[in-house]
C-alpha cells in the first residue's frame, strides 16, 4: 500500500511534482485535504531553517508522513544573490518576469555567470522517533543574458544547463525532474529514510 505523505506547499503544481520525484511507494496529498494552507514567516537563515519553519507550521495538523521544502537560486557574481530571496527579488510586486529583469541587469558585465538552484526538504513522520529530517540538493548551471523556453516557472528560462544544452524551461517536466536540485533533494531524502 502507498504511504500517504502531505506535500505542505500552498503551489498545488509541487504535490504532482512530488508525486513524479517520490516514486510509487508514496500518495502525495495537498494541504486542501486537511483544508490547510501554510501562511507562515520565512525569517530563517537559510533554506533549511525555512523549510522547517513551514514544516512546525503543520506537523502537529497530520497524522502521516509531511514534507516541507524551500528552494532558491543562488548566483556566484553576485554574492549568491537572490538566494533566500529569490521568489520577492524584485520587491513587493514581484513576478517571475520582474525577478528574471532584475537579475538580468544586476548581471549586465559581468563574465562570471555561473548559478544552481538549491533546495532543502524537511520531513517528519509523527509515527517514528527520529524526529525532523532534512535533506539536500542542488543543480549547477549558467545565467543566460535573454531568456530560452516557455515551460517551467520563476527563473527556469534564464537557467541554462551545460550538459544538456538547454534551459529548465525548455525541459519538459519528466526531463528537469531527472536533474533538478529538488530531484536531488528528493534521492537524499529517500536515502535518509531508508527508501
Ligand atoms: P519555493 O521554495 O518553491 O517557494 O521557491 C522560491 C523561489 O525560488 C521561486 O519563487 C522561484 O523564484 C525560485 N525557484 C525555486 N525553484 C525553482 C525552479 O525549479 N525553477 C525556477 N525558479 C525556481
Do not use: W
Not at 179 to 190: P, Q
Amino acid at each position: 500500500m502507498k504511504r500517504k505523505i502531505l506535500i505542505g506547499s500552498n503551489n498545488l503544481g509541487k504535490v504532482e511534482e512530488y508525486r513524479a520525484l517520490l516514486g510509487s511507494s508514496f500518495e502525495p496529498v495537498p494541504l486542501k485535504y486537511f483544508n490547510l494552507e501554510l501562511d507562515v514567516e520565512e525569517s530563517g537563515k537559510s533554506y533549511s531553517e525555512n523549510a522547517i519553519i513551514k514544516l512546525n507550521a503543520l506537523k502537529d495538523k497530520c497524522p502521516f508522513e509531511l514534507i516541507t521544502d524551500d528552494s532558491g537560486l543562488e548566483v556566484l557574481s553576485l554574492n549568491n544573490e537572490p538566494g533566500l530571496f529569490s521568489a520577492r527579488y524584485s520587491g513587493k510586486n514581484a513576478s517571475d518576469k520582474r525577478n528574471i529583469i532584475k537579475l538580468l541587469k544586476n548581471l549586465e558585465g559581468i563574465q562570471n555567470r555561473s548559478a544552481k538552484f538549491v533546495c532543502s526538504i524537511a520531513y517528519f513522520n509523527p509515527n517514528s522517533e527520529d524526529g525532523i529530517i532534512s535533506s539536500f540538493g542542488e543543480c549547477s548551471g549558467k545565467i543566460l543574458k535573454t531568456t530560452l523556453g516557455k515551460k517551467g516557472f520563476g527563473y527556469d528560462p534564464i537557467f541554462y544547463v551545460e550538459e544538456l544544452g538547454k534551459t529548465f524551461a525548455e525541459l519538459s517536466g519528466d526531463q528537469k525532474n531527472m536533474i533538478s536540485h529538488r530531484y536531488y533533494a528528493v534521492r537524499d531524502l529517500l536515502r535518509r529514510i531508508n527508501i
